[in-house]
């Protein structure tokens, strides 16, 4: 089969591999219909995810129709269509069991990172009973895969997290596809005020065309200002940081009100400085998580409903033979444009 292969120093290519075969009576066999690429996808690219060895198939997003299952899986046979969870869950260890799948002692993020993974003709899914969920026979696809990964993880570590409510003020700095995904999401909540903050013109565009009331290009050093501007001088209910930078998550500090939450989604590689000395006395809240993909089939059935359109992230369309230039177009957003690019296997 084909499949895109990580072969360390930020180089990849497209490779024939043998079809994955059940390893364990809990596993399932996925034909892959449809993947996309990731921004963490471009972390192990560059060496930055050290549990990725060299040889591995990439993507732990998708979704395909189950081809054979193991002994052991009860929830889904041969032809069912599958969306296929970035978070592989065993259901049974402790920290499944409190919902906490991105820390299961034998999941968690491994698939495309420590197991082979979706950009491929087929893969291997462990513990297919609570990793893989059910398509409704009427549901788009290509919005589907939109949940492998970003929706959770833009609603549950950004917008659950960030408690964002009717009627109040929230801040994205980060407009990607997962800042875009917590701005579609939070809208489910009807807060009065959405700003976006991020470099890109073309990103934040976009995210007034999603919804944001209001964008802040943060190329002069006066986000906080114009933020205090927007918000009456209090600051925001709830920071959303979806970027993964020192000088984000200090922006986030500045602009949070009395009594509000920053909620981090963006994966940091360096030191942060927390100023706790100016906000030891503001009553806030910061939280941390790891997608734990628990959110999912809420997100199916709001997406079913038409309360939610993921699709509006997909930029561009290739086939699995062209996934090297959908790496290239994914990773030179800034030139292509690119939010999500589907690939079709
Ligand atoms: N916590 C989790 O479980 C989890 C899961 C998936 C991804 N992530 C992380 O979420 C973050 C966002 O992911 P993405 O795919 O949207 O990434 P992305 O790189 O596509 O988007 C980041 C955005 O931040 C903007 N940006 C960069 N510097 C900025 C600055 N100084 N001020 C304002 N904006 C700035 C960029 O222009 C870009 O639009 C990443 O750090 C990613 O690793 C976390
Ligand atoms: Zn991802
Ligand atoms: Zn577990």
């Known amino acids: 089969m084909k499949a895109l292969v990580y072969l360390g120093s930020g180089s990849s290519a497209l490779e024939n591999r043998p079809r994955p075969v059940l390893a364990g009576p809990t596993d399932a066999i996925v034909r892959m ?20 060895q060299p040889g591995r198939i990439l993507g732990h997003e998708g979704v395909g129709v189950v081809e054979v299952v193991g002994p052991a899986v009860t929830a889904f046979q041969h032809g069912d269509r599958v969306l296929i969870s970035c978070i592989s869950t065993c259901g049974k260890c402790a920290y499944c069991r409190r919902l906490m799948y991105s820390h299961c002692t034998s999941g968690g993020w491994i698939l495309g990172n420590e197991i082979d993974g979706t950009q491929a003709e087929w893969v291997r899914i462990p513990y297919a009973d609570c990793s893989l969920y059910r398509i409704p026979d009427d549901a788009d696809e290509e919005a589907m895969v939109m949940l492998s990964d970003i929706f959770p ?4 570590c950004g917008v659950t997290n960030g408690k964002v409510e009717p009627g ?26 959405i700003i976006l903050i991020d470099l ?5 565009e976009v995210a007034k065309r999603l919804g944001a009331t209001a964008t802040i290009k943060n190329a002069d050093g006066r986000a906080r200002e114009r933020v205090m ?15 993964g930078l020192p000088a984000t998550f200090e922006l986030c500090q500045e602009i949070v009100a009395p009594g509000g939450t920053i909620a981090n989604i963006g994966v940091h590689g360096t030191k942060v400085d927390l100023h706790l000395e100016s906000l030891w006395d503001r009553n806030i809240t910061i939280t941390t998580r790891l ?11 709001v997406l079913q409903s038409h309360k939610l359109d993921p699709k509006l992230l997909i930029t561009h369309r290739f086939k699995l033979d062209q996934i090297v ?21």
């Open 33 to 52: 219909a449809k993947t996309t690429i990731c921004g963490s996808d471009l972390h192990i690219l560059k060496g930055d995810v050290p549990s990725c």
């Open 153 to 156: 993880t833009a609603f549950e």
């Open 168 to 193: 109040s003020t929230i801040a994205i700095i980060g407009a990607g596809p997962i800042g875009l995904a917590a701005l579609l999401t939070s809208q489910l909540y009807s807060p009065a005020q």
């Open 200 to 204: 890109d013109d073309n990103r934040l």
């Open 229 to 243: 501007e927007l918000t009456g001088d209090r600051g925001v209910d709830t920071v959303i940081e979806a970027v």
């Open 291 to 301: 997608v734990d993909t628990i959110s999912t089939p809420m997100l199916i059935h």
């Open 325 to 345: 230039d959908a790496y290239d177009t994914f990773a030179d957003a800034a030139k292509t444009r690119a939010l999500k690019v589907l690939i079709e296997a």
